[in-house]
């Protein structure tokens, strides 16, 4: 099986910067999304990290360390509309396909 | 424009009726999920379909039903079984295995009357 964490809440100023940390448990790691959920609304795919590192893009960049079992979101120059919830869903080899997400970093950025 | 489709948007379900939710997609891919969101919890999957009259159970399958006649739909059934329907639905397609992003429909949400 699969443990993902995630924080619950996190709130951060118009302008700044916030790193959202995942870390999970899985016996087949087979690739790491990001997703961005508004209330009410669907996930929409941000980013995906499957090898180590940093992928940039725009102002989000996702971060990956398969030893660690970690991964981070960072949102840079932050706006009112990345007011949101950060869903983060690992895949394992062991289940085809099949992603497990974590409960979701619900972000409030004031101004 | 190519995307995925749910509707209805809202559902109100009485005791011991059956829904029906639907999910078409235009993108043509072959890989169909159903997910429930519930406040505070991540996505849980209930049923995926890999290809047409195929599919498998996922996590919390127990209650709902689904059929996958054609390529481009994957309806879920709400069956009376479900002692606790009310949540977020989301239906989600990918191009084919293992490996790719599931794009997810705008949801539909069950409520219990």
């Known amino acids: 099986g699969q443990n993902i964490d995630q924080p619950t809440e996190m709130t951060a100023t118009e302008g700044a910067i916030v790193q959202i940390n995942c870390t999970y448990q899985?016996?087949?790691?087979?690739?790491l999304f990001w997703y961005q959920q508004h209330a009410g609304e669907a996930p929409t795919f941000l980013s995906y990290?499957?090898?180590?590192g940093l992928e940039e893009k725009g102002r989000f960049s996702s971060f990956l360390s398969r030893s660690k079992g970690y991964s981070y979101l960072l949102l840079k120059e932050l706006q009112m509309k990345d007011s949101a919830s950060y869903l983060c869903?690992?895949?394992?080899?062991?289940?085809?396909?099949?992603?497990?997400f974590g409960a979701g970093t619900q972000v409030v950025v004031t101004p | 424009d190519g995307g995925i489709t749910q509707s209805p948007k809202y559902l109100f379900r009485k005791e011991g009726q059956n829904v029906t939710l639907s999910c078409e997609q235009n993108?043509?891919?072959?890989?169909m999920y159903w997910y429930r969101q519930d406040p505070g919890q991540g996505l849980r999957l209930i049923y995926y379909?890999?290809?047409?009259?195929?599919?498998q159970k996922g996590d919390i399958a127990e209650g709902y039903s689904v059929s996958r006649e054609k390529k481009e739909s994957f309806p879920l059934t709400v069956t009376s079984a479900q002692k606790n329907p009310t949540a977020f639905y989301l239906c989600?397609?990918?191009?084919?295995?293992?490996?790719?992003?599931?794009?997810f429909g705008p949801g539909t949400r069950l409520l219990v009357l």
């Open positions: 989600a397609s990918s191009m084919g295995l293992a490996g790719e992003t599931q794009y």
């Open positions: 899985t016996s087949g790691f087979n690739g």
């Open positions: 990290n499957v090898l180590d």
């Open positions: 869903a690992v895949r394992d080899l062991q289940s085809w396909g099949k992603l497990q």
């Open positions: 993108l043509n891919h072959d890989a």
């Open positions: 379909s890999q290809i047409v009259n195929d599919f």
